[in-house]
């Protein structure tokens, strides 16, 4: 296909697939299993490649109820669930087999296309198993938008949540949003407001043993703000921003500088270690926390997340 400044560049890698336009450069990886690398603005916007997330850290209330216990299996499945199938279609036409060495062989540097989308198939390691599928569709405006597919399996215990997290290698600087205010989550609206807000920081909320917060619903738009890189060789420090946007419905979302496994790895909140990283956790199902006692009573049935149900959701990234 002739190229126009319109068209995204397509390179098709050993390992992986290269797209990118006049002011950015994704890398998807066909050996882990997703989007590797995210640059806009010669700024590197990911740290590791995205993962499902079916865990958020439990709360005082999890504990009373038991809940922690019951749900176990899915603090495994959001450290190693597996990519086993990788789909790829260039303007809508599939690539099958993968174009790996040597396959790719046939491609020259330069294959321009104006839609790339990639599908990765997971599987988790529950009994039994079950699936989610991650698909990346990439416009020639650079826009890409992310799809999220829970496959519902009966016999596997109810979700502490169920989305997408993002880590990003500095510490954002701060975060813009349009949704409801303050910490929220599904049982916990009443009082909120709808409205655009500036967080500064990454701020977590200072329980005394460190434990689910920082969440926020009914979110139509992110914005998330940094201004500095891990690249040594970068003068540049003006801040630089990237967004995610919805697409069919809110999203909900949390953005600190700890992954669920690190708050519950700490007993106080001064043996939580110093924040490096962004990490933004994406939902598209958060359960209620409950708290009508934090001794033993459940959440109200209406906000728990019922792992027999799939679960969609999907949103748009952007500059």
Known sequence: MDYTNSQLHVIYGDGSLGV????????????????????????????????PLFWRATTDNDHGNGFDVKAAQWYAADRF??????????????????PIAPFNNRYTNREY????????????????????????TVTSDGNINV?????????????????????????????????LSGETYPDRLAGATHGHFHVAGLPVTPYL??????MHMQTSQLTVTRSTTQNNADPDSQ?????????????????L?????????????????????????????????????SWGADVEQRYHI??????????NIHF
């Not at 990788?86 to 036409?93: N, Y």
């Not at 994406?282 to 006692?293: K, T």
């Open 81 to 98: 669930t597996t990519c086993q199938k990788i789909e790829l279609a260039v303007d809508g036409q599939a690539l099958q087999p993968l």
């Open 239 to 255: 801040p630089f921003s990237l967004t995610f946007s919805q697409t069919k419905k809110p999203f909900a979302f949390s953005c």
């Open 306 to 315: 019922p792992a027999d149900q799939d679960i969609d959701f999907d949103f």
């Open 147 to 179: 799809a999220v597919h829970f496959t519902g399996r009966a016999d596997l215990p109810e979700l502490p949540a169920f989305g997408l997290r993002f880590i990003m290698s500095t510490t954002a600087t701060s975060f813009d949003y349009t949704g």
């Open 113 to 136: 296309a104006n839609e790339v989308a990639l599908a990765y198939h997971l599987v988790t390691p529950t009994v039994p198993s079950t699936s989610v599928t991650i698909t990346y």
């Open 20 to 51: 990118a336009g006049p002011n950015f450069h994704y890398l998807f990886s066909y050996e882990r299993g997703g989007l590797e690398s995210l640059v806009v603005d010669n700024k590197e916007w990911l740290y590791r490649t995205p993962t």
């Open 257 to 293: 500088p700890y992954t669920a496994a690190e708050l519950e790895n700490a007993t106080h909140i001064e043996e939580l270690p110093l924040p490096r990283r962004t990490v933004l956790s994406i939902y598209g199902a958060v359960r209620g926390v409950g708290g009508i006692d």
């Open 209 to 214: 043993v460190p434990q689910e917060c920082g």
